[in-house]
DNA sequence: AGAAGTTACGAAACCGTTTTCGTGTTGATA
DNA sequence: TATCAACACGAAAACGGTTTCGTAACTTCT
């Protein structure tokens, strides 16, 4: 095992000092022609590389981002994880991943490990027990110390950062308007708790689409689902129970199970019920009938946090200081992928 | 903004030397009563947190493991994953996660990368193109400089390291066996090209097992898809021309889509064709009939993965030094989840 | 030949810790 | 009272780089 080649080792095997290493393989014009030539071949034929921890020690750098999200099982989580992977990796920057699963504490925790000189910035959706109690110092703190921020998917307005999200209250309205259009009258929606901003939003979108129609909001058809449980005697009451023939759920998997357990009910899909889903994953393209489904561009989003977080980062460091923060919040528009859950 | 306060902040402050600081933070009794107290009280006043960068230099050890998969949107990947953040977390170390697309190019830049002071040991899956290229020369340079490496799923023969496999020719061989205990005697293999090895232990594993059970093996009845595109049309074909009553799938979507195609064809799941696939995710729990499959147990594979190389890197440190080397592989043993695809 | 400017390199500081070792002060002991 | 621990602390080195500054040796110019 030969252990890691320094400096330190080059220059004392070259019998020349640290500092004329160091210029030479950076190729200093202060050091001569045959020194830099020497120093360069040795440096290559033992396979010098820095150190990075010393470089990131020295430069107050260290080129990592840390990424916090609730949930990496989970297809939207996954996609704007790739996103913001490939934008980092192209600009040289490593992506560190804690999974908060949910958890206000574990979402403190990883911020606490990451925020002291593992990573210049974070990209974070915010977990569900952090919604529901509102509670936002881990955040502030982290931002008092210079550490940029950007929020995704699951923001919040009590936070002043950069934020990506998407029109959800907009295309909700839009999936629901569509099947209206189609003559369907009696549309549920398929929720979870409404501290989820995005459920929220999608809710809110839902409401807009009936009053701009002239249907009236009936609230026995809002079906609220437990976040991480799906209890499939509470879908098949519903269904047996009210009169439907539309459900926008505002995820993939609520939509999925919704729709089978329609289907066992003997309802034909779409003819007497369309279903509209969120998540454009493998669960809508495979589903039977396909689900016609919200594609939320999560690349998209993950690439786009990944770029405002790294430009904010590095403008950090050439700070002309006087230059006051600015925060944007930028819409990716989602786009109705149409399947057969709502034509034939 | 309030810049981060280090050891020197508050040696000045308190005017007692830096090394006073470090040690009174540490509550070595090398430092009296009231300076401890002083100095805790004000590192807790200022919220003072050391600098892990800084630690890292000094110990030569980061807590950050590398993980290398081939592509992060993909459920067993996932799985695996999620269970090496949950050890490594609870371990204190973070996870720096990198993406090989599949790319033998990618799998070399990452590991560069990270092999340079900013990982303790990897953890990872080969990328497809490694496999098929067979070089893996990446990978014995690093172990060369004493970073350990574990290797899950996607391993090889020609790197002596610690592995996490499933038992995957002797779980194809079973879901067969089951299946001709059922009385299905046309037994079709749905798997893609065979560098990936466990595509090939698969494969294996069905053979013995027809061979077990005393049927010919007919290569008619082995379809090879594409890894990453599949190809409906010759599905269809498939499934037309041969006579199957019953397919095992190397992975959950091939099973998926050709459970779905069969069924377009007039089939009856599970009575005219059974199918079995591999990985448990949402897929195989959602469609229609659920699929029969076999459960890797990513989570814990992960787990395995993350216990072996974080014991390998502590010894590390304390190396008596003449302990050889050892390297194990683990199995973990999969299991058949059965559902509605083969049984009703 | 002396002044001035280049060239090519080394010493040392620095990033933020930890840790070893040295030392001045105290109190106890012989 | 001289000796010796014990105590409490500071100086300095170390981790592995980068960078500023100083300077010896050599050129060039007048």
Redesign the pocket.
Known sequence: MKK?I???HIAREL??????V??A??NS????????EKVQAFARLYN?K??N???S????QTKNIGVIIPNIVHHFFTTVFRGIEKYASDKGYNVIVCVSDESFDKEVINMEMLANGSVDGFIMALSGSTQRQNDFNHLREVIEQGIPIVLFDRVTDQINCDKVIINDREIAHKAVSKMIAQGRRHIALVTNENYFNVSEERAQGYKDALVAEGLELDENLILTLAYDEIDEDLILDFFKREQIDAALCVNEIFAVCCMGIAQKLGFKVPEDIAFVGFTDGILSRHSRPSLTTVAQHGEQMGEMAAKMLIEKVEREINEDDDEQESYQTKVIEATIVERNSTVN
């Open positions: 890691k320094t400096l330190k019998e020349v000092s640290v500092s004329t160091s210029k393989l950076r014009d202060e050091i001569g022609r045959d020194t830099k010098y820095p150190n921890i010393a470089i020690l020295k430069n107050k």
